[in-house]
């Protein structure tokens, strides 16, 4: 069964960085369209950051230009590097694959990030 494992969240002021981690269990970072998806309090689960099929990525006008999606296909992992942070990107953040029939697999524990001061 695929797992993911995301973590580097924590607490940080307005204007810091952070930079989150996902590891998933075999290539399916790379096989399939992944991205970074985020849960506010109270509001619906949104992806911000992904990797298309060409290997381009896209944002969500909310985090353009403040967060930046790499990948290491070598070990299964993805980032999301997170600058200029506000407060309003505080959320439990989690990383996850598109499949053919365009359902997600089944999510991880997700990792909280506080923006606050």
């Known amino acids: 069964q695929v797992q993911f494992v995301e973590s580097g969240g924590g607490l940080v002021q307005p204007g810091g960085s952070l930079r989150l981690s996902c590891v998933a269990s075999?290539?399916?970072?790379?096989?399939?369209?992944s991205g970074w998806y985020r849960q506010a309090p109270g509001a619906q689960r949104e992806r911000i950051a992904m990797?298309?099929?060409?290997?381009?990525?896209d944002y969500a006008e909310s985090v353009k230009g403040r967060f930046t999606i790499s990948r290491d296909n070598a070990k299964n992992t993805l980032y999301l590097q997170m600058d200029s942070l506000k407060p309003e990107d505080t959320a439990v953040y989690y990383c996850?694959?598109?499949?053919?029939?365009?359902?997600?697999?089944?999510w991880g524990q997700g990792t909280q990030v506080t923006v606050s001061s």
């Open positions: 996850n694959a598109v499949r053919i029939n365009n359902s997600l697999f089944p």
């Open positions: 075999g290539s399916i970072l790379s096989t399939y369209v």
């Open positions: 990797f298309r099929s060409g290997g381009t990525t």
